[in-house]
């Protein structure tokens, strides 16, 4: 009951969905569609699960005294977003929309502004050339980061020697990565249907 | 620029600082603002996938619609909340049945017909002449398969197995090396609209007092 | 040589200090830097050049605010396109915090081109599960989406009228940041083949021209320097084009990095083993 069942409803509506590609009817893309939208409405109702751990663990650690200041500004954000949320017209004006410009945007924006400074101090510190294979990376890196700087003649060569770099060996290698990673997914797929990969379901 | 478009982006300004002060070592600002965007984001989500996912996608149709077909996927979605108690939590297995199994099952062909046949098909399907686009092709052929060879560890790299994972490995560093001189742009592009902003900002300042 | 093995431990935020002063530099001293145009961005600009005035253009901005500053520029340009040549777009977003941005530009740029939201473009919304989303809209739009961003149902939408699913417009058109992607490559363009193009971040763009080879994309817009040719090729200069010069500077200023560590790495390495020779 709390392990076979599931299981059996993993395999039985993972066949019908392999199987239902390979069959063309109405019917076959009616049924496509029907469990489509029944894992939409599962998901649109499973979402608020992150929502509802955020907010408690934020509401159990204003007893305590470190962490208190950081959490009920968490909790004010979110209890201003989701009031501001209940105003006419929240989409296109209004506080609702004020404060994901002005707060959201530019924070979330800045915090990956800063991969910029780390990955300037990355390539400081990591990338030389110790051996054969690193210089090749080094190599194809420069030629392709020198695209920016136009240097007359040298940027026509570069700018072809770029597009050359990117429809040969690097779309080779990622071909070939891609390749791989879809026959790892197709196989940890089929394990899923067939109850081989069970972790998903947890501990009892 | 209105006053209370300077304040909101004086607001902005100010969250930015407070996130580039991390820069020289954490600190009470960015932890502020760390922690206000996480509220922010969470209560901006929350009423989006309220207005416009849950009440469209579920309770109009059961409400309003009649559809009462989707009082099933309704159910399952709710047991998901099971997962809160210890006791109940396996309950929520159900639900996440269906949806790893319908996943899994649609995965299944469209990942390798996608990812596989077709990448096949256009490194296989070439013209290999004696011109440079022969050329680009047998070099497509040599490089997929080398890398290719390079993954497969289920046997050793000796012999002509060794030297073919070679010429693989050498062409994954160009693909890695590649994908880090485009990363160097994308990084400095992230940064380059903040410092556009806060110039902006300056500006607006400028000329919002001095006239 | 001390001061080369000085280099070598240099505290990291004389380099974040470095590098700030690069992107300032462009800020007080303005420029312009040439900007050419690949084939890939091409493809994607005559596709919309293409696009007829009653035709539908299906645009989906799926990126956040943490991407704004390669996507935008390209997500504007291509919307300001799109519009001034009457053809209608329907947009849809699956990243969670782009519904703001998107409502943010498309009503923007509506008005400075006098288009019309329902008439002359839609603006679908969010939906989480970009996967199911994008095989449900294959089936009928309807069914992710019964009604738009703003409320309104689906088939009162007079763009709408006769629009089923991907049959009925002309080619997709995806910026993303994220796997989405590779989302709309194998369940999207896979399952429906429709004409599909993909706008991506500078990270991910050496990843995706396998597609472009084996023709499952038919163009792709790489960063910010795909958004500024794009700019350029509707010779409508924006932020893609205004990033360009900062992009020469910080870019100067970090190969000049690499090629110093790299010569006080083998200085360095020269005189230890001259040291270890001695010894």
């Not at chain 1, 002005?102 to 990591?126: E, G, K, M, W």
């Not at chain 2, 965007?37 to 996912?53: C, P, Q, R, S």
Request: net charge positive.
């Amino acid at each position: 009951m709390k392990r076979e069942i599931p299981l059996m409803i993993v395999t039985v509506t993972g066949i019908i969905m392999f199987f239902q590609y390979f069959v063309p009817s109405n019917f076959s893309e009616d049924v496509f569609t029907f469990l489509q939208d029944w894992v939409m409405v599962i998901g649109i109702l499973s979402l608020p699960l992150g929502i509802w751990s955020l907010v408690k663990a934020n509401v159990n650690k204003l007893k305590v005294s470190d962490e208190r200041f950081y959490s009920a500004v968490l909790l004010l954000g979110f209890l201003v977003m989701v009031i501001s949320g209940w105003m006419p017209d929240w989409r296109s004006k209004g506080v609702h929309l004020a404060i994901f410009q002005s707060v959201l945007i530019p924070i979330q924006s800045t915090i990956f502004s800063l991969l910029a400074f780390f990955v300037a101090s990355a390539a400081y510190r990591a990338f030389r050339a110790r051996s054969v294979l690193a210089t090749i990376l080094l190599l194809t890196a420069l030629i392709i980061m020198f695209r920016f700087i136009p240097l007359g003649p040298i940027s026509t060569v570069n700018n072809w020697l770029v597009e050359k770099i990117l429809m040969v060996p690097n779309m080779a290698a990622k071909r070939a990565i891609a390749m791989g990673i879809a026959l790892g997914a197709t196989a940890t797929a089929i394990k899923i249907i067939l109850g081989i990969e069970r972790t998903y379901m947890g501990r009892d | 620029m209105t006053g209370g478009q300077l304040i909101l982006n004086g607001l902005a300004a100010f969250l930015t600082l407070c996130i580039f002060s991390f820069l020289y070592k954490d600190n009470p600002f960015y932890k502020f603002a760390e922690r206000l965007v996480a509220g922010v984001a969470t209560g901006y989500w929350t009423m989006l996938l309220f207005h416009t996912n849950f009440v469209p996608v579920v309770w109009n149709r059961l409400a309003h619609d009649g559809r009462y077909e989707y009082i099933i996927p309704t159910l399952l979605g709710l047991m998901m909340w099971t997962r809160f108690s210890k006791k109940w939590s396996w309950v929520s297995r159900y639900s996440i049945a269906f949806y790893i199994g319908i996943s899994s099952g649609i995965s299944i062909t469209l990942a390798l017909y996608a990812s596989l046949f077709r990448q096949l098909e256009a490194t296989i399907n070439q013209p290999l002449t004696f011109d440079a686009a022969g050329v680009s092709s047998f070099l497509i052929i040599v490089g997929v398969l080398s890398a290719l060879v390079y993954f497969f560890f289920s046997a050793a790299h000796k012999g002509s197995m060794g030297v073919v994972s070679r010429i693989g490995i050498y062409v994954i560093m160009i693909g890695f090396g590649a994908g880090f001189g485009m990363t160097v742009m994308g990084r400095i592009a992230l940064l380059v609209q903040r410092v556009i902003f806060l110039k902006g900002y300056v500006n607006s300042l400028t000329a919002f007092f001095g006239g | 040589m001390r001061f080369l093995e000085q280099m070598m431990k240099i505290d990291r935020r004389w380099i974040y200090l470095a590098i700030g002063l690069a992107v300032i530099i462009p800020a007080i001293i303005s420029f312009k830097v040439p900007v050419p145009v690949s084939k890939e961005v091409k493809k994607v600009h005559d596709f919309v050049e293409n696009v007829g005035p009653n035709e539908l253009l299906f645009l989906a901005m799926d990126y956040d605010p943490s991407s704004m500053a390669e996507l935008n520029p390209m997500a504007e340009a291509i919307l300001k396109h799109a519009f001034s040549k009457n053809c209608r777009v329907i947009i849809v977003t699956l990243a969670q915090f782009g519904p703001g941005m998107v409502e943010e530009i498309t009503s923007r740029l509506a008005q400075e081109y006098n288009r019309q939201l329902g008439i002359d473009y839609a603006f679908l919304g969010y939906r989480p599960y970009p996967a199911i989303t994008i095989m449900l809209m294959g089936t009928d739009f309807r069914v992710p989406f019964p009604q738009d961003y703003y409320g309104t149902p689906l088939d009162s939408l007079e763009i709408m009228q006769g629009v089923k699913n991907f049959n009925n417009v002309k080619g997709v058109i995806d910026l993303t940041a994220g796997n989405t992607a590779d989302m709309w490559i194998v369940y999207g363009n896979g399952r429906y083949n429709f004409p599909l193009a993909i706008g991506i971040t500078g990270v991910m763009a050496a990843d995706y021209y396998q597609y472009l080879q084996s023709k499952q994309i038919f163009g792709i817009i790489p960063g910010v320097k795909g958004a500024a040719e794009y700019e350029q090729l509707i010779e409508k200069p924006g932020q893609g084009m205004a990033q360009v010069s900062y992009q020469l500077v910080a870019h100067s200023v970090i190969i000049l990095f690499i090629l110093i560590s790299n010569v006080a790495y083998f200085a360095t390495r020269k005189q230890k083993k001259a040291v270890g020779g001695a010894q």
